[in-house]
């Protein structure tokens, strides 16, 4: 691992912890030489467009449709209080967490701490070198959780890519010590089948359990064959992180064919990814609930028992939804957003070939209670401006506005901005405030935009993937209540009871 100075001041097993004493001497040594940004991590995207996208694109800015190129639009009650671009840590942003004054930005070369104590000026804390997408981020305590989900030389901050075939692959779970916010320590590695998507951390008393989502995406990945049909669980006890270890692997979709019991995909559905693992997971706590966004499926499951999750309900959304990526509750548990990662996130899928009800938020009713619990589908919600065919814009990861009696979302779309919406009534879902930037270009795509947005504490926190880290204020007389409520700290994936 590098701490880098601000320069301005596999087929389905548990895994093993990698926690024993001598090796996380040598992950806490690793040299500065040998960790060097790794852009082989960057997600891909297409390079060019054809000549009539590129010209319509164009046309599209002449005329005023889209704004200019890097041109910053929003409504008249959102506010762009500053931008702070990337420095160190050249890669991909990616997701956000938080925790009292400080902001933990993902990104594919490590993550970064930011000083948010005043939101109009944040100020760069420290920036930890240790590539490996996505680089997921969640915090809890004294401990800060990296996913890493792409094929490394080694569970050190100074792996290297390498072919998924070799057998000293590995992918898997990080922990780090943050007590000292300046000198963050990494303390323990977990590998995980599949590595780590994405994770969810289920906090309880002296240990965190944390949900692992990854999926199987082809047979090349020799130690990652269907059925991959559940999810890691890793049990940290605080006072001992390096103890960290697999405890079970539910299996979420149990079935009899090749790959268990979730969407089979194509070609029985066209356009519709093969369920072979999960996503993105999202838990409520205080009432026991999660919902897991996993590729052709969504699923309401319990976890009153945070080591064996229940599966309640599982829906599928054969004609509009491509791939379940993420869910979000509303407050009074009545409801869940799952979002659809059409063209998994590099495609431009804000337009109108594509319309308004793919590439979209499903908005769901919970209807009955307990393990009769049924999701049941209301409306679909989309941005209502189109984006150029340069612009990579789909629906991304989001979080709930705390409102009593209403139910408000800030969500992120990659170029298509910042997008604060009204799903109150569920049937019937507006946009109120947005925030975005024309293209990157006018030629090609270039993926960009941003990864997450995420209200905490009277402010709109946006970690835009080649820009950087924008604070927004949003003052509308239907959000401003939100500002009375204050968390200690959030990972939007372990959804607070906020009026509790």
């Known amino acids: 691992m590098t701490l880098l100075k601000n320069p301005r001041t596999r087929r389905r097993r548990l895994g093993v912890a990698a926690a024993a004493a001598g090796l996380l001497g040598a992950l806490l040594t690793a040299g500065p030489a040998a960790a060097t940004p790794d852009p082989g991590d960057a997600p891909a995207a297409p390079e060019r467009v054809s000549k009539s996208e590129a010209a319509d694109a164009e046309a599209a800015i002449e005329s005023g449709e889209i704004p200019g190129q890097d041109e910053i639009v929003h409504s008249a009650n959102i506010e762009h209080l500053v931008n702070i671009p990337k420095e160190a840590l050249p890669g991909t942003n990616s997701d956000l967490a938080f925790q009292g004054n400080y902001a933990f930005a993902g990104n594919y070369d490590g993550f970064r701490i930011f000083d948010i104590s005043n939101p109009k000026e944040p100020k760069s804390v420290s920036q930890v070198l240790c590539p490996g997408s996505q680089n997921d981020i969640s915090v809890s305590g004294n401990l800060l959780f990296l996913s890493t989900d792409s094929s490394r030389s080694d569970n050190s901050c100074s792996s290297t890519t390498q072919p998924a075939t070799e057998k000293s692959s590995?992918?898997?779970?990080?922990?780090?010590?943050?007590?000292?916010?300046?000198?963050?320590?990494?303390?323990?590695?977990?590998?995980?089948?599949?590595?780590?998507?994405?994770?969810?951390?289920?906090?309880?008393?002296?240990?965190?359990?944390?949900?692992?989502?990854?999926?199987?995406?082809?047979?090349?990945?020799?130690?990652?064959?269907?059925?991959?049909?559940g999810i890691s669980v890793i049990k940290v006890p605080r006072s001992a992180p390096e103890k960290a270890a697999i405890v079970n692997f539910p299996v979420l979709f149990p079935g009899d064919g090749p790959d268990g019991g979730g969407n089979p995909g194509a070609?029985?559905?066209?356009?519709?990814?093969?369920?072979?693992?999960?996503?993105?997971?999202?838990?409520?706590?205080?009432?026991?609930?999660?919902?897991?966004?996993?590729?052709?499926?969504?699923?309401?499951?319990?976890?009153?028992?945070?080591?064996?999750?229940?599966?309640?309900?599982?829906?599928?959304?054969?004609?509009?939804?491509?791939?379940?990526?993420?869910?979000?509750?509303?407050?009074?548990?009545?409801?869940?957003?799952?979002?659809?990662?059409?063209?998994?996130?590099?495609?431009?899928?804000?337009?109108?070939?594509?319309?308004?009800?793919?590439?979209?938020?499903?908005?769901?009713?919970?209807?009955?209670?307990?393990?009769?619990?049924?999701?049941?589908?209301?409306?679909?919600?989309?941005?209502?401006?189109?984006?150029?065919?340069?612009?990579?814009?789909?629906?991304?990861?989001?979080?709930?506005?705390?409102?009593?009696?209403?139910?408000?979302?800030?969500?992120?779309?990659?170029?298509?901005?910042?997008?604060?919406?009204?799903?109150?009534?569920?049937?019937?879902?507006?946009?109120?405030?947005?925030?975005?930037?024309?293209?990157?270009?006018?030629?090609?795509?270039?993926?960009?935009?941003?990864?997450?947005?995420?209200?905490?504490?009277?402010?709109?926190?946006?970690?835009?993937?080649?820009?950087?880290?924008?604070?927004?204020?949003?003052?509308?007389?239907?959000?401003?209540?939100?500002?009375?409520?204050?968390?200690?700290?959030?990972?939007?994936?372990?959804?607070?009871?906020?009026?509790?």
């Open 170 to 229: 590995w992918e898997g779970m990080k922990v780090f010590d943050i007590s000292d916010k300046a000198n963050p320590k990494y303390v323990a590695a977990v590998e995980t089948a599949c590595g780590s998507h994405t994770h969810t951390l289920v906090p309880e008393g002296k240990n965190v359990y944390v949900y692992v989502s990854s999926y199987s995406p082809s047979a090349t990945f020799p130690d990652c064959q269907p059925p991959h049909d």
């Open 267 to 500: 070609p029985t559905n066209p356009g519709v990814s093969k369920t072979t693992g999960c996503h993105d997971i999202t838990v409520l706590p205080s009432k026991d609930l999660a919902a897991g966004a996993c590729m052709g499926d969504g699923i309401l499951f319990s976890i009153e028992d945070p080591e064996h999750p229940k599966v309640i309900d599982q829906v599928q959304d054969n004609v509009n939804f491509a791939f379940w990526h993420s869910a979000t509750f509303n407050q009074t548990t009545d409801k869940v957003v799952f979002t659809d990662e059409l063209g998994g996130g590099s495609g431009a899928t804000c337009n109108a070939a594509i319309g308004p009800n793919r590439g979209a938020n499903g908005i769901y009713d919970i209807v009955g209670k307990g393990d009769a619990s049924k999701l049941v589908f209301r409306s679909y919600y989309k941005i209502p401006r189109h984006q150029a065919d340069t612009e990579n814009c789909v629906a991304h990861n989001g979080s709930i506005i705390p409102v009593k009696g209403k139910d408000l979302m800030v969500q992120a779309w990659y170029q298509g901005g910042v997008s604060v919406w009204d799903f109150t009534d569920s049937s019937k879902p507006k946009e109120i405030a947005y925030f975005e930037r024309g293209p990157l270009t006018t030629d090609r795509i270039v993926v960009g935009g941003s990864w997450s947005a995420y209200y905490y504490n009277g402010y709109i926190y946006s970690n835009d993937i080649a820009k950087g880290l924008d604070v927004l204020k949003i003052s509308d007389r239907r959000t401003d209540p939100a500002k009375r409520v204050r968390l200690s700290e959030l990972n939007v994936q372990t959804q607070p009871d906020y009026f509790d």
